[in-house]
């Protein structure tokens, strides 16, 4: 009735419970549990009351001792010192407490009753180091307790040896359990190892066969001792990178570092000399497993000289892997170079890591390191999100430094010959670079079609400022604003999508950037529609240009561009006109000033050259100055366009009519220069500024 009534409290809204729960602290079952912890963990009061004051550990405390399919509770000591109640074990021990915690374990699925909790529950402390305990309980209390034969006397002999046998197998299997944690592969001595010595005597003296089971227990050891080791031999670094996971270089380094600490412990054991005269009783009863275990010795001394020249070599690159992966992204570029000469010293150096496979899992880690900073860099949940001018930055900072890692393999790649030394050459790096780079481009794919989707934005985000001039120039400016609307629209839509834009296995993306394209292409269908309509609407070359101004770096986007282009032919027409309305104006200018000449041959001198000019002069304005003002702005009247026509990122004046054009505008160009100065050689050598 207690737990009914309790149970039905712990739904009340919360301000409610406060008031009328009767607080966790003063419950007898929690008080049971407060008491065994303190007791147990060496803790003063003050921390149970902390714990027991958070709403959160109040709820797993209650739920523990109400709810009946809750039947765990481990209370933990954190880093901080506090206590921690859990549902589990804590993934991480805390090292200030050294990873102490008290386990409750309900004895059945039921809620705890105030008068029979100790027959309720299991409950215990937790070692740090549980494994640690246990081994040592097998080895100096279970282990000499069921192997001493005083013990036995009331047993079969059947039963003493099967015990024997089971006792012998948990040492086994403890020993190597408590090795594999350490990163180490321990090897079992098999049992009655200690009477070894004595049957290779034996067989010595008298010529007569051991002990079969002395022999069976040998061949056995050997036969465990195969598949730990084989299985040892058989890692490789490049099992990550098959399983599809991606490592960095800190686990090659990592993974040789370990690989030659463990073959080292285990050549250090098969040479010891226990195991020594295990190999010559083998050898002195003609076993058949004798040259297997030579073999294997054999295997584990290879594989140790490979692991020491490796671990040996790959130790420079260290502290280069450390500093590029602490350092900002940007600055990567820096350590890029070095990175690699290190590795071309490796593989000139190195007598088993000069081999492709190897340098290709080295590589494919350097490249998911990069992966990995550009990936934190960019900040996939901001960069189409912030601000466009930031998020464009950073891309292109990224594209860069993944293009540099690229181009310095490329360039490490061949000139691989001023490594060698001694006159011997370098072995050249002849595989495939899509076995190294395969998921670095992919990756550079991605964050390229990010930066054209800025680049959109930021060119389609300029509609909004785009005003058409003209008689038709309000309804057209009303329909790019309409275009804006429906881009602004489009484009936040994509970019609130809640998955990650950089994460290469996301096909969600790629069919969202598909119908993304689909939409921008309409627009920029429609962008060129309403271009060619104003480009109609123009009354001159000098309107035209200004068109094309509005527009400006829309005309570069290639659905855009495919209608502009039609119209770019018509500029060079226009100005192909204008020149000609200028080569008229001054060859009439030059006519009337000829007719003038003549008329007044026997009376021309200096002071009739400078007071009765040719040309038109404008008011109040000499008359040789009036001359080079006039010849000034009829030059710079085909400057201005022709200067114009140089920036367009269409060539329109290398087509045929284009070349015509030039030169004719060049000959205009010339006429200015020459004819008209040429009859005043005071003014600037007689040539225009």
């Not at 899509?434 to 481009?441: A, M, R, T, Y």
Request: glycine share 4%; charged share 25%.
């Amino acid at each position: 009735m207690e737990t009914e009534i309790q149970s039905s409290q712990s739904v009340r809204p919360r301000t409610a419970a406060r008031a009328d729960m009767e607080p966790p602290a003063e419950d007898s079952r929690l008080a049971f549990i407060r008491d065994y912890v303190l007791r147990t963990l060496r803790l003063q009061p003050d921390r149970w009351h902390s714990c027991v004051s958070s709403e959160d550990n109040q709820r797993v405390l209650q739920d523990f001792l109400d709810r009946a399919e809750q039947r765990t509770l481990v209370v933990s000591v954190t880093a901080a010192g506090q206590l921690q109640p859990a549902t589990a074990l804590p993934s991480s021990p805390a090292s200030g407490s050294r990873g102490r915690a008290v386990y409750f374990v309900k004895r059945s699925r039921s809620a705890l009753r105030r008068d029979c909790m100790e027959e309720s529950l299991l409950y215990g402390d937790l070692s740090h180091n549980a494994l640690q305990h246990f081994s040592a309980l097998v080895e100096e209390v279970v282990a000499p307790l069921l192997f001493n034969s005083k013990n036995h006397t009331e047993w079969s002999q059947v039963v003493s040896q099967d015990v024997r046998r089971h006792v012998h197998s948990l040492r086994t299997h403890a020993l190597v359990v408590s090795g594999q944690v350490h990163g180490r592969t321990l090897l079992p001595l098999p049992a009655g190892c200690q009477n070894v010595e004595q049957a290779d005597l034996e067989t010595d003296k008298r010529g007569e066969m051991v002990n079969k089971t002395i022999l069976h227990s040998l061949e056995s050891a050997v036969i465990e001792w195969s598949h730990q080791i084989l299985t040892v031999l058989k890692k490789d670094s490049s099992d990550a990178l098959l399983e599809g996971q991606t490592p960095t270089p800190h686990s090659e380094l990592l993974f040789w570092r370990d690989r030659y600490a463990d073959l080292e412990c285990i050549h250090s054991q098969l040479n010891s000399s226990k195991v020594n005269k295990m190999a010559l009783l083998l050898e002195a009863v003609e076993s058949n497993y004798a040259p297997a275990f030579t073999s294997l010795q054999q295997g584990v001394l290879t594989a140790l000289e490979e692991a020491e020249d490796v671990h040996f070599y790959l130790r420079p690159l260290q502290p280069l892997i450390e500093d590029m992966e602490s350092a900002e992204f940007p600055d990567v570029r820096g350590q890029i170079g070095p990175l690699m000469h290190t590795v071309c010293l490796v593989w000139a150096n190195s007598r088993y890591y000069n081999t492709p496979p190897r340098l290709i899992v080295l590589l494919q880690e350097t490249s998911n390191l990069l992966i990995q900073q550009a990936r934190v860099y960019l900040v996939p949940e901001e960069v189409l999100r912030g601000e466009l001018s930031e998020g464009l930055m950073k891309v292109q900072t990224t594209l860069e430094t993944l293009q540099l890692f690229r181009s310095t393999y490329d360039e490490r790649r061949a000139n691989l010959s001023r490594y060698q030394r001694n006159g011997v050459p370098v072995r050249p790096w002849d595989f495939s670079p899509l076995l190294v780079f395969s998921g670095l481009d992919c990756f550079i794919n991605r964050v390229r079609s990010i930066k054209d989707i800025l680049l959109t934005a930021v060119d389609l985000l300029k509609l909004d400022k785009l005003e058409i001039g003209g008689v038709r120039g309000r309804a057209l400016s009303q329909q790019v604003q309409v275009l804006h609307r429906g881009f602004v629209e489009t484009f936040k839509l994509f970019t609130e999508k809640p998955y990650h834009c950089l994460d290469l296995n996301n096909k969600e993306y790629e069919e969202d950037l598909r119908e993304f394209k689909l939409k921008v292409d309409d627009t920029d269908r429609q962008v060129g529609a309403i271009f060619c309509q104003a480009f109609e609407e123009t009354s001159g070359l000098e309107h035209a240009f200004k068109v094309l101004d509005m527009f400006g770096g829309l005309l570069e986007r290639p659905l855009v561009a495919t209608d502009a282009l039609e119209r770019f032919p018509l500029l060079v027409s226009m100005f192909d006109k204008e020149l000609d309305c200028c080569t008229r104006l001054y060859k009439k200018h030059i006519q009337t000033a000829e007719e003038r000449v003549l008329d007044n041959l026997l009376v021309i001198s200096q002071s009739f050259l400078t007071s009765s000019g040719w040309a038109p002069v404008n008011r109040n304005m000499p008359a040789a100055a009036g001359r080079l003002r006039w010849a000034q702005e009829l030059q710079l009247r085909i400057l201005t366009p022709f200067s114009k026509f140089r920036h367009l990122s269409y060539p329109c004046l290398e087509s045929a009519e284009g070349a015509r054009v030039i030169h004719k505008y060049e000959e205009l160009t010339q006429l200015l220069n020459r004819k008209n100065f040429q009859r005043n050689p005071t003014v600037n050598g007689g040539k225009m500024e």
